[in-house]
């Protein structure tokens, strides 16, 4: 069972699955929405989440997806694509012990800000995974 919420603890949620798409996402909207040089994030089946506190804002950041985040502190939560419907994002440092989805590679390093060295040996691609390297 995976545990976490925001910084306030006024949204708490609970897994019921194993993580999957570990990645560090470097795209200029994850970086907009969380203030972030780069959003550490894993996926789940959106049914695996359960809101045990409280209730996260949502808002449509583009056509396709939705984020959401806690409406008293502001902590990124979660982004959910139309295009991946079986899969919720979840941040992982969101996550009361975020070693427990560590990152296996990097994404939208076409973004990246040229002040960030990836120097963790992960891999590292242009776009999304599936694009390749």
Not at 15 to 29: F, G, S, V
Not at 39 to 55: D, M
Not at 79 to 85: E, I, W
């Amino acid at each position: 069972m995976l545990r976490g919420g925001c910084f306030c603890r006024a949204v708490r949620y609970e897994i019921d699955a194993e993580p999957t798409n570990q990645t560090i996402c470097h795209c200029t909207m994850c970086r907009h929405a969380a203030g972030a040089p780069s959003v550490a994030w894993f996926s789940v089946p959106p049914k695996s989440v359960r809101f045990v506190a409280g209730e996260p804002q949502r808002f449509k950041s583009s056509e396709h997806a939705t984020r959401s985040f806690c409406p008293e502190c502001g902590t990124t939560l979660t982004y959910q694509s139309t295009r991946t419907p079986g899969d919720l994002d979840i941040t992982t440092c969101s996550l009361d012990e975020p070693g427990q989805a560590a990152p296996k590679d990097h994404t939208f390093v076409r973004s990246k800000l040229s002040w960030v060295m990836l120097a963790d040996g992960l891999p590292a691609y242009p776009t999304t995974r599936s694009a390749g390297l």
